[in-house]
Nanobody
Framework: QLHLVESGGGLVQPGGSLRLSCTVS????????IGWFRQAPGKEREGVSC???????NYSESVKGRFTISRDSIQNTMYLQMDSLQSEDTAVYYC?????????????WGQGTQVTVSS
């Protein structure tokens, strides 16, 4: 029904920036919310940022002020701009989308992209 593919990950030095992209294919007319999650080795997946269809956004305390989520509805692409990156930001980042189908929220995930912050 929906296919998400992340890109833009890589190796960056502390204090650097990266922009992650997530292209979405499929019917997005019933889009409800989008977001970014990350998972470091040995840790549980955690939410980084989300955006509802209303435009409301939320960020985890650890990234607030440094990361920015955005969406291009025409190109069906979501972004995560990451600035002032720290070693603690190292993780696999996943894009996520919630679609409302028949009154039920359905989750879709990308395959993940590696972000490594190291000097």
């Amino acid at each position: 029904q929906l296919h998400l593919v992340e890109s833009g990950g890589g190796l960056v030095q502390p204090g650097g920036s990266l922009r992650l992209s997530c292209t979405v294919s499929g019917n997005t007319l019933d889009y409800y919310a989008i977001g970014w999650f990350r998972q470091a080795p040995g840790k549980e997946r955690e939410g980084v940022s989300c955006m509802q269809s209303s435009g409301w956004t939320n960020y985890s305390e650890s990234v607030k002020g440094r990361f920015t989520i955005s969406r291009d509805s025409i190109q069906n692409t979501m972004y995560l701009q990451m600035d002032s990156l720290q070693s603690e930001d190292t993780a696999v980042y996943y894009c996520h989308a919630d679609l409302l189908r028949a009154g039920v929220l359905i989750d879709f995930w990308g395959q993940g992209t590696q972000v490594t912050v190291s000097s």
